[in-house]
């Protein structure tokens, strides 16, 4: 209950500093911890959300690209208590498709994550190899009726984690 609560508190704060719908804002704060970013930076830098909305995302809710590190860090959030084998596979495409394809789909993409592949795409050009992290945020627990699925997912794909 009190994890609720303050939970729902910032998120609260969130929606009115960047005027977003509740699982904007979920997104935003779901992503700051596992970057160690404020919620101004991961709106600004590392969110998919353009004019406060997730159209032509390419299925990712968050990018960020380290060159210090050369390492790619790649969410997606659902502010929902359940995680089901299709929404992480649908992850896993929409990854795949936008940074290992080049996006070969030629699905429409927003500004942001048009400019994170034309980014990742010159620094890969240039010879460096890119470490990619791939985090499935839920807004759910963990427990014994997903937990074949997490394991599933997490030991097909070493870049792949899933965390509640």
Same mark, same amino acid.
């Given at each position: ?70 390492? $790619?860090?790649? +969410?997606?959030?659902? *502010?929902?208590?359940? #995680?089901?084998? @299709? ?6 495409? !929409?990854? $795949?498709?936008? +940074?290992?394809?080049? *996006?070969?789909?030629? #699905?429409?993409? @927003? ?6 592949? !034309? ?46």
């Amino acid at each position: 209950m009190n994890k609720t609560l303050f939970f729902d508190g910032f998120i609260e704060r969130i929606k009115t500093q960047f005027n977003l719908e509740q699982n904007y804002a979920f997104e935003i704060f779901a992503i700051a911890p596992f970057l160690e970013m404020t919620f101004s930076e991961v709106f600004d830098d590392v969110s998919t959300l353009v004019d406060g909305k997730g159209n032509n995302d390419g299925g990712l809710d968050g990018i960020y690209l380290d060159q210090e590190e050369n390492k $790619e860090h790649v +969410f997606q959030i659902k *502010n929902k208590n359940t #995680i089901g084998d @299709n929404d992480i596979h649908k992850f896993l495409r !929409d990854y $795949e498709n936008i +940074f290992v394809t080049g *996006n070969n789909s030629a #699905i429409p993409l @927003n500004k942001r994550v048009q400019a994170a592949l !034309d980014q990742y795409t010159s620094i890969v050009k240039s010879g460096k190899v890119i470490e990619t992290s791939l985090y499935y945020i839920f807004n759910g627990e963990k427990s014994s009726i997903n937990e074949n699925i997490i394991n599933r997912h997490e030991q097909s794909n070493p870049h792949l984690r899933i965390f509640d």
